[in-house]
């Protein structure tokens, strides 16, 4: 949907976008031990996996902004999450306007489809799987799948459609939602589907839960560029024509005779 960029040290379980905008989504805590509820409550510790003092050197620094990083996803989610959004939405769009579209930057287009990451999808991805994660309380595997269900066929593919409908509506072409939706709408939902269900399954599986936020940001930046690109084609099926201009035309042609 426009958007999805990880929303704390745990696994989300979808990445919309939107977007799912879906790199913005938020993590189902009790299922990696990162959340609260026993291991390390969702913060790293203060100067973990540093290597010892590491003073100065930029690999601590490095460590230190990420653990600041986790740190403020879990103090301030919200504003945390929408920032993430808004950034992975706007390099998403300009990735998508420079090598896929291969045309000039629209800044104008870049700064939209940013702010909607930061208005609309941060938040909603926010209170989605804050939602998710108060409703879900199966654990392990039945619990991620049980969650992936509910996010994938409840919630995205509403949430795709309110994106495209957004950004139909922000360009001045609200006549244009309905065939907006009718000829893009349902590829979108089916590459969401293809994308985020493996590699939250391999999220969960495979990668280490300190990493688990990074490797999510990473395809969510995968997911904003072709939902930049999926939201922004042109719509070939023509908008119907409203029934009151065809009663003036057919009235002005009666006129003429």
Not at 91 to 111: C, H, M, N, P, Y
């Amino acid at each position: 949907a426009a958007g999805r960029p990880a929303a704390s040290a745990s696994v989300p379980v979808a990445g919309h976008s939107v977007g799912q905008t879906k790199g913005c989504s938020s993590p189902f805590r009790r299922l990696t031990g990162l959340g609260s509820g026993g291991g390390t409550g969702g913060r790293v510790p203060p100067r973990a996996a540093t290597g010892g003092s590491g003073e100065g050197s930029s690999s601590s620094k490095g460590t230190s902004m990420w653990e600041k990083y986790l740190q403020l996803l879990e103090t301030h989610p919200m504003l945390s999450r929408s920032i993430t959004c808004a950034v992975l939405n706007g390099l998403g769009d300009i990735f998508s306007q420079l090598v896929v579209e291969k045309t000039e930057l629209s800044l104008k287009r870049a700064s939209t489809f940013t702010l909607l990451g930061l208005l609309y999808v941060g938040p909603m991805l926010t209170l989605w799987y804050g939602f998710l994660t108060r409703a879900v309380t199966l654990t392990g595997v039945a619990g991620v799948a049980t969650s992936l269900v509910l996010d994938q066929l409840l919630f995205a593919p509403p949430f795709i459609a309110s994106i495209m409908a957004l950004l139909t509506t922000v360009e001045g072409k609200p006549q244009n939602i309905m065939p907006k939706l009718k000829q893009d709408w349902p590829e979108a939902v089916k590459v969401n589907w293809m994308l985020w269900v493996p590699a939250q399954y391999i999220n969960f599986q495979f990668v280490p839960p300190n990493l688990r936020v990074l490797a999510v940001n990473f395809v969510a930046l995968t997911w904003n560029v072709y939902m930049s690109w999926s939201a922004h084609k042109e719509v070939l099926v023509p908008a119907p024509v409203p029934l009151l201009e065809v009663a003036k035309a057919t009235a002005a042609k009666s006129g003429k005779k």
